[in-house]
């Protein structure tokens, strides 16, 4: 059953629209000048005798969209919208719309207020970045997706990473986690320039306790934080010369597996461009 909306059925419009089950009287020239895409869609030619779009009995369609989704852009581009403007899904309906119908305006102003919204998930970013070639919002939501565990995305977030990303992603996952297991459990070698076998030894276990049993435990740790807990360390044993020998040996080690992990990082994202 079509029902005139609300709030956007205007007695002097001169297009009629329908939405799933609403109809709108909207202002044609209003809208032509908008998008081009409407502008082609109210100019086609009709067959002799159709009057589409003039009158509630016959409205011109508008498919696969939602009266949400419409709503949101009549209001934006009515300038009806009300103070805050930047929930997420407001947002995201002015995007997929602005696009949909190539309203520019509408689009970059939706893509302007998401890029600094603070509440946006990473999986929604990722998804947004991926369907309308957001390219600098891809590596962000990545990296921020990677320190996320699995478990903590909701069947929604899922849903919007898609089977491809969300497999690129825990696969990714696991890599960076094997790699991370291999640090923690082979000693790293530090060489010095003599032999102080006691000082080894004493070292080793530091790096156990301090380093690689929080690499196992926190996989998503940061390896800054990680390293920094070498430097911060006691190394019961090992002698004042030796001290800060192991600790800059690590941390240039270190180095080296940071980037190894971001070479994976990238590797993944490069997937999904
Ligand atoms: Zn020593």
Redesign the pocket.
Known sequence: MLERHSKYWFEDGSVVLQVENSAYNLHRSFLEMKSPVWKDMFTMPVEQGSSEGVSLDNPIILPQITTAEFDELLSFLYHQWTPPPDRTERLVALLRLGNLYQIDDAKEFAITSLSTHPTVHPSLRLQLSREYSLDDWLAPAFTRLMVLPLVSLSEEDVHRLGLFAYSVLAKAKETVEAHRKSVAQSFPIVHLPYR?P??YKSWKSTWWTEVGQILLHFPWTSWHDAMSRVAGAEMAG??E??KPRYAHEVGEQAKVWHEQEMAIVDKAIARLR
């Open positions: 102080h006691n000082c090992v002698c010369s030796c």
